[in-house]
C-alpha cells in the first residue's frame, strides 16, 4: 500500500526521505555541556530507526544560557567535532540532521554564572531573580544565535531549528502573556516579534541561504492572554517572506518556572492536538510545514499528510520508546507503544533521556 509518510519532501535544496520526524526531545545527557557517546548514540539510533529528519535536543546558545548543565552547550571545547562525528554517522545511514538552538530566558540553570535575563524583570524566588534584558543583552543573543548557527554548519550539520516555543525566552517576547515591555520590543506584534526575526536575519547572514534554518513556533500559549492567531500568522509569513525554509508548529507554555516541558495528555481518541494550527498555517504560507504533538497510529499521520496541505509530521516521546517507529510502520501498523505517561521527560540520572517503562521492563526480563 502506497503511503504519504514514505515519500520525500524539501527543506530548502535539501531532499528529505520520508516525512517522519523526529522531534526534538531534550537529551537530559551533556557532560557539562559537552556531547557525550550516549548522545551520540541517541542520533545514530534514530537514523537507523528510519526518520527523514532528525531535530537534535536543545542547544545552549552560549555557556550561561542554558536549563541545566546536562543540556549541551555550543560554546564547549570538542563541540564542533563532536557534532561533526554525529552529522557524519546520520548521514551515512540516509538521514538529515539538524540543531536545535536554545535561549532558555527565564529558565536558565539556577547555578553561578548563569544568565539572569528575561522578557520583562521576573522574580522566580527569594534567590533567583530576572531583570529585563537591555537592547544591548539582545543583541547579544542575536549575535549568540548567530555564532552558534556558524559552529553547526561548520560541524556538517544539514540547518538549524530556532526554538521559539514552550516558555522559553523567545517565547516570552511572543507572548502577551509575558511580555509587558513598553520599548520597540513590547505591545503590537511587530514588536514583540523583533527578537525572532533579528535572531533569525543574525543566524542567516552567518550561515547563507543553502543552510538550513527553521522555526519551532508556538502558535498558542493555550492561557488567557495567548498570542492571538492573526499575530501568529503575521509572524510566519513575515518568516517565509525573510527566507525562512520551514516552520514547525507548536504550542503551549510553562508558566511556573518548572523544569518539565509542556507535554499534554494524549489519548487514542485526542492525537495530533495542534494538527488545527498547523493545517491554518500550511494554507497561508508555501514554506513547509511540520505538525508536532501527538501522533500515534499510521492512519492519523497518513490523514494528516493527504488531507492538509501540512508537509511532515513530527514525533517525539513515540521515538524515545521505539527508535525503530518509522521503520515498524512499514511492516506493522500497530499504534505507538508511547502512553504519553511523560517520565521519559524526568530522565536525570540516566545519561540520556530514556523511557521509563521500556527500562522498567527490561529490568524485570532479567
Known amino acids: 500500500m502506497a503511503t504519504m509518510m514514505y515519500t520525500p519532501f524539501y527543506l530548502g535544496k535539501k531532499q528529505i526521505s520520508n516525512r517522519l520526524v523526529a522531534s526534538a526531545m531534550f537529551e537530559y545527557g551533556a557532560d ?6 550516549k548522545i551520540k548514540g541517541r542520533y545514530v539510533e534514530l537514523a537507523d530507526g528510519g526518520s527523514g529528519l532528525i531535530i537534535t535536543g536543545m542547544h545552549a546558545v552560549s555557556a550561561s544560557a542554558a536549563v541545566a548543565p546536562v543540556m549541551v552547550n555550543t560554546r564547549c571545547d570538542g563541540y564542533v567535532e563532536d557534532l561533526a562525528e554525529i552529522a557524519q554517522a546520520v548521514h551515512g ?5 539538524l540543531v536545535q538552538l536554545q535561549h532558555c ?3 536558565t540553570y539556577s547555578g553561578e554564572g548563569y544568565d539572569r535575563l528575561a522578557v520583562c524583570d521576573k522574580k522566580v524566588s527569594d534567590g533567583r531573580t530576572y531583570h529585563q534584558a537591555t537592547k544591548e543583552e539582545i543583541q547579544t543573543v542575536a549575535a549568540d544565535f548567530a555564532a552558534s548557527a556558524l559552529r553547526c554548519k561548520q560541524a556538517g550539520v544539514d540547518g538549524i531549528q530556532i526554538h521559539g516555543a514552550h516558555g522559553f525566552l523567545i517565547n516570552t517576547f511572543l507572548s502577551p502573556s509575558t511580555n509587558h515591555r513598553t520599548d520597540e520590543y513590547g505591545g503590537c506584534i511587530e514588536n514583540r516579534a523583533r527578537i525572532l526575526f533579528e535572531v533569525y536575519n543574525a543566524i542567516r547572514q552567518a550561515v547563507g541561504s543553502d543552510f538550513i534554518v527553521g522555526v519551532k513556533f508556538p502558535f498558542n500559549d493555550l492561557n488567557e492572554h495567548s498570542i492571538r492567531e492573526e499575530e501568529s500568522l503575521f509572524v510566519c509569513q513575515e518568516l517565509e517572506r525573510q527566507g525562512i525554509d520551514f516552520i514547525e508548529v507548536s504550542s503551549g507554555m510553562v508558566m511556573d518556572n518548572s523544569e518539565a516541558s509542556f507535554t499534554p495528555v494524549v489519548g487514542r481518541d485526542n492525537e495530533a492536538p495542534f494538527l488545527k494550527y498547523a493545517a491554518l498555517l500550511a494554507d497561508r504560507v508555501t514554506v513547509p510545514v511540520i505538525s508536532v504533538c501527538g501522533y500515534r497510529t499510521p492512519d492519523v499521520v497518513e490523514r494528516t499528510l493527504s488531507e492538509t496541505k501540512v508537509s511532515a509530521v513530527s514525533l517525539g516521546r513515540p521515538l524515545v520508546r521505539e527508535p525503530d517507529l518509522p521503520n515498524r510502520w512499514k511492516r506493522d501498523r ?3 507503544a508511547c502512553i504519553s ?5 524526568n530522565s536525570f540520572g540516566d545519561g540520556i533521556i530514556t523511557c521509563q517503562i521500556k527500562k522498567q521492563m527490561a529490568a524485570g526480563a532479567r
Do not use: S
Request: glycine share 18%; net charge positive; with cysteine.
Open 32 to 37: 557539562k555541556g559537552k556531547i557525550t557517546e
Open 93 to 97: 545511514r540516509g538521514g538529515t540532521i
Open 105 to 107: 530566558g527565564d529558565k
Open 334 to 336: 500497530r499504534p505507538a
Open 341 to 345: 505517561c511523560n517520565r521519559c521527560c
